[in-house]
């Protein structure tokens, strides 16, 4: 992390389980800082990237990081498969971008939520800040159901980060 001149703030919780939101994701470079970020930390985690990603060569790199492809053209109940793996597992760390792209977006996809609601595990979130170069992880959120509140709350957590672009 300090090579690329980065810092980490904040520690994850000691729990066996629970979903990573990272925020803003406006930048390709948000995956190597966070890669760093991962490997300084000595996380084992899952992240969810658009399958173009897992061709050959690249794929081999992904899936040795810990992706998982989707396929953003097709309905596939995606939620549901995840739920699933987490009653399945004893540990699994979820990692996803809630913007769903590197666009700029005026609403979260939801993904996240309801897949934390139904694996029952909370929502950490992590701001990759550029403007100040820090990988910040803020306090697990409990997800009570109630979908605009609770991501507006993780929302206003993130009002200031600086994405790349």
């Known amino acids: 992390m300090r090579a690329l001149g980065w810092r980490l703030e904040g520690r994850f919780p000691d729990l066996p389980k629970f979903v990573i ?3 803003p994701h406006t930048s390709n470079w ?5 890669i760093a970020a991962k490997m300084a930390l000595r ?3 899952t992240f969810l990237a658009k ?3 897992f061709r050959f060569p690249l794929g081999i790199l992904m899936r040795g990081f810990g992706g998982m492809p989707v396929d953003r053209s097709a309905s596939n109940d995606l939620v549901k498969g995840i739920v699933s793996e ?3 597992r004893d540990h699994l760390v979820l990692v996803i971008a809630p913007e769903g792209t590197r666009k700029k977006v005026e609403r979260w996809r939801t993904g996240f939520y309801h897949i934390a609601r139904g694996a029952n595990v909370p929502i950490v979130p992590v701001a990759l800040d ?8 803020g306090k697990p959120v409990q997800p009570t159901g109630e979908v605009e509140r ?3 709350g993780l929302q206003a957590w993130y009002a200031d980060s600086r994405g790349r672009n």
């Open 21 to 23: 939101i990272v925020a």
């Open 30 to 34: 948000d995956f190597p800082v966070g």
């Open 43 to 45: 996380l084992q985690v």
């Open 51 to 53: 399958n173009s990603l």
């Open 86 to 88: 987490f009653a399945r």
């Open 130 to 137: 550029w403007g100040t170069r820090t990988v910040r992880i």
């Open 150 to 152: 609770d991501i507006a």
